[in-house]
Nanobody, 116 residues
Framework: QVQLVESGGGLAQPGGSLRLSCTASGFNFSVYALSWARQVPGKGYEWVSAISPYSDEIEYADSVKGRFTISRDNAKNMVYLQMDSLKPGDTALYFC?????????WGQGTQVTVSS
């Protein structure tokens, strides 16, 4: 079955960095776009970034543009989110999902907390 498992979350200081990873299985990874999204309790979901199957198209939400970098490794069935210059407002549950801005599968998420 389709599985997406995120890792790499944790506590970071403002201005710090974290790298999230997502391991996918159960489907032909290299033909699907993948996205990262985040959820803040009480504020709903926010799409963060998306990457096309061969990384030729990438988009970011305005809120993270210039600070976050999405990438993927089709040989390893993995997608990454490098998060730099973190802000307290980036605190959320981050999850990876199959799809561009609409998803049919997503993982359980990894918590990112940005605080001094």
């Amino acid at each position: 079955q389709v599985q997406l498992v995120e890792s790499g979350g944790g506590l970071a200081q403002p201005g710090g960095s974290l790298r999230l990873s997502c391991t996918a299985s159960g489907f032909n990874f290299s033909v699907y776009a993948l996205s990262w999204a985040r959820q803040v309790p009480g504020k709903g979901y926010e799409w963060v970034s998306a990457i096309s199957p061969y990384s030729d198209e990438i988009e970011y939400a305005d809120s993270v543009k210039g600070r976050f970098t999405i990438s993927r490794d089709n040989a390893k069935n993995m997608v990454y989110l490098q998060m730099d210059s973190l802000k307290p407002g980036d605190t959320a549950l981050y999850f990876c999902a199959r799809g561009w801005r609409t998803y049919d599968y997503w993982g359980q998420g990894t918590q990112v907390t940005v605080s001094s």
